[in-house]
């Protein structure tokens, strides 16, 4: 069974498999992320483990039980109880329900885990599997995506605002550094 994990120096080798072996798949959809990317994996690696550490952003690993990863599901520029989701999955997963379902955790583990009220993301017009993951996630539209965001080309932004359970409770320990994010 599928496992949502929070990202940690040992998932350096998966994710560089996982993003070399989707690379195409996931430019057909949105934007390549680049060779540079690539040749310079292991510092973009340690500095999200930074982000992280800083509580400026939350990264997870969807991981198989063979210890590949299925996905990724990040929440970045966290600040005021908001953060942005970002998330991929693998092509061979694609269209069986893995991002949809996992998009849900994620927004259970933002308002239970790291205290956030309020989940944003953004999708271009043409990449309709996403908008369909937004939308069976209980986000909605909220307006127009600048280009400049998501990769050149028009789309529009998601919004969930998140609703503890009744019985959940944050715990301080649980939380990441309040008030702190990036642009």
Avoid at 17 to 34: P, V, W
Avoid at 130 to 145: D, N
Avoid at 146 to 159: F, L, N
């Amino acid at each position: 069974m599928p496992e949502l994990k929070p990202l940690h120096p040992g998932h350096a080798p998966a994710v560089l498999a996982f993003e070399l072996a989707n690379r195409a798949y996931f430019a057909a959809s949105i934007s390549d992320r680049g060779d540079d990317f690539f040749a310079q994996f292991t510092d973009r690696f340690d500095a999200l483990l930074a982000e992280q550490e800083a509580g400026i952003c939350a990264f997870h690993v969807l991981v198989a039980e063979d210890s590949s990863v299925l996905g990724r599901f990040n929440l970045v520029d966290i600040e005021d109880h908001t953060a942005e989701l970002g998330y991929r999955v693998a092509q061979h997963v694609a269209g069986r329900g893995v991002a949809t379902a996992t998009v849900g955790e994620v927004c259970q583990l933002a308002a239970t885990q790291y205290g956030l009220r309020t989940l944003r993301a953004a999708t271009t017009h043409q990449n309709v599997a996403s908008q369909k993951v937004l939308t069976k996630a209980g986000f909605v539209p909220v307006g127009r995506a600048d280009p400049a965001h998501i990769g050149g080309k028009p789309g529009t932004w998601y919004q969930r605002d998140l609703v503890l359970e009744p019985d959940s409770a944050i715990l301080p320990g649980d939380r990441l550094r309040e008030g702190r994010g990036h642009r």
